[in-house]
């Protein structure tokens, strides 16, 4: 009786142990909510500890602490980095959307495709998926919070509102123009430069290693653009020419996919001026490719993009990405393969000719 | 502001034709037929010193429920002042009209014109996109009753769409037209602010939307503070 329960037992728990290792599939396709992003981040650096850690960089105005995926070979080395952020708009909820599917295409293609393998080993990937942490919880709470846009830092004393635009906060031609003073309007730059904890979080984790980006993406929505710097229209990108190419085999990788019309160019040009953004900011910093993606649609549907869009959205965005990334890491690496092989020819010849001088 | 020929695809002529894009819903919008700027072609840029600035644009716009393109010529002229009225848009897109929707129209008028239950219906889409298939046409309705009101708020420094409908409700079929209250969130892609507007509207197959009253909302300071919510 005794050895029939404990067999009993050990069947019991090996169909709970054999249940628990089935996890759901997490779906890409929908919405999350932050709770289930941060859930999903600590899965991803379960299921790959030999490629993705989590990095803390940061705290929210709410106190939250702000995290990225830092995926890469651990070569023991310095390395080249790619940053991307997504939600730095609270209601731009694509962009958080397109973080965590570009985080789970990068892992799969290092699976198989060689490019991927090769980039990983030379550079590091640093994807935010949510970085305005308060303002994305915030458009959570109800259909009337959904439109959110800036973070959840209270105004300055005799302002009511809550709230300062991240992407007017950041050091670069800070308050000159695109932005309001007033605190209730969505374009407040905030009371300085970088007062924003989670601009300042940005500004000190990339800032001290800049010389080791290549690329610095921020993600929004809506309106399928990507915008080169600078957002002020009396200055002029140093490689200007070669962010529009580059801006625009992009766009042209995009509308392979599904046939979506990006428009490339600056935002005064095509969009509106501004100051105070990230782009701007790190384009400042020295870091050469620096994009601020704003995917689907056009205003059909606007911040609310349907879930049966995220795939192909983030399909395309995806190609985009690749386009700027494959790019920045070809100019970067294969010239200094290329300049080692030319010197290991060089060398080869030279003994083969000295020998046979001697001989 | 550079006048002369435009490039199509920055803002100045962007911003011209999505106004072609409202009028054009003024006219012609309906439950069943909604347009949308497709593409911007060519712009050029006249100062008119009396009348204001006059943009001539050739444009590609969608009728997004029969997914059909027309290639066409427009003219938006901005008045100086303010107030001198709202943008003059001179457009027509005869092939897009031409797609047939009377009987879906008719359908659905008869099916709302003497309804013992009068529709409802809050924040078109939801959070996540999503709009019920029933309630579409209230949807399409909405962004042509708000088209009205993006018509006449549009100027050199605007780009409006709707963002959502926070509320749509039927009144009593008054003279034949369906008739409805609106709640309706604008989003101005310049300022980026959302903008409420109260609207009364009305539609029947035959007159089309035309709309009764318009009312800009203020801003609610009081509805930004922290929610007791995790």
Known sequence: ?359 | MATGELNPNHYQAQRAAKVVQHYLNTRNGSPFRLFRLSRVHSGNLEDLVDSGRKYQLEITVKESISNTTEKLSASVLFPREERQGSAQVQASCDELLKVNITAQEEAFYQQYKNSQNLVSAQYLPDSHGRIDDDMRPFWHLSIVASSFVMLKESNENTLYNMAQVANVTQLATENDQLKFDGHILLHDMVSQEIIHWKLQFTWSPPEGVKVLQMEQLPHCHHCEKPQNSN
Not at chain 1, 21 to 41: L, N
């Open chain 1, 1 to 359: 009786m005794h050895s029939c329960v404990g067999l009993s037992c050990v069947l019991l728990l090996t169909v709970i142990g054999a249940a628990t290792v089935e996890r759901a599939e997490y779906d890409y396709f929908k919405y999350h909510p932050m709770s289930e992003i941060t859930g999903w981040m600590a899965q991803i650096q379960k299921e790959n500890p030999d490629l993705v850690s989590i990095m803390d960089y940061g705290k929210t105005y709410e106190k939250r602490t702000i995290s990225l995926l830092k995926i890469g070979v651990n070569t023991g080395e310095k390395k080249k980095a790619i940053w991307m952020d997504c939600g730095i708009h609270a209601r731009e909820w694509i962009a958080p959307a397109f973080c965590q599917y570009f985080v789970r295409q990068i892992l799969d293609a290092y699976k198989k495709d060689p490019k991927m393998q090769e980039m990983m080993k030379n550079m590091d990937f640093y994807v935010t998926p949510v970085l305005n942490m308060d303002g994305y919880i915030f458009s959570w709470a109800n259909d009337s919070t959904r439109l959110w846009r800036k973070n959840r830092s209270p105004g300055p004393a005799g302002c009511d509102c809550y709230g300062t635009d991240l992407n007017r906060n950041f050091d670069a031609n800070w308050g000159t123009i695109g932005v309001s003073f007033n605190c209730c309007d969505q374009t407040y730059c905030g009371k300085d430069a970088m007062s924003e904890p989670e601009a300042q979080a940005v500004t000190f984790f990339v800032g001290t290693r800049k010389e080791d980006f290549l690329c610095f993406l921020t993600i929004h929505s809506y309106g399928q653009l990507l915008l080169l710097p600078y957002g002020h229209p009396n200055f002029t990108a140093p490689n200007y020419d070669e962010l529009m190419k580059v801006g625009l085999a992009a766009a042209d990788a995009i509308k392979k996919v599904h046939g979506m019309h990006y428009t490339v160019g600056t935002s005064p040009d095509v969009l509106y001026p501004n100051s105070g953004s990230s782009r701007d900011w790190s384009r400042m910093q020295g870091i050469p490719y620096t994009f601020t993606f704003e995917l689907r649609d056009n205003g059909t549907y606007g911040f609310e993009l349907p879930e049966d869009q995220i795939k192909p959205a983030c399909e395309e965005a995806y190609s985009g990405a690749l386009e700027i990334i494959t790019y920045a890491h070809n100019k970067t690496f294969n010239g200094a393969v290329a300049t080692a092989a030319a010197t290991l020819w060089t060398v080869l010849l030279t003994v083969c000719v000295t020998s046979t001088n001697l001989m």
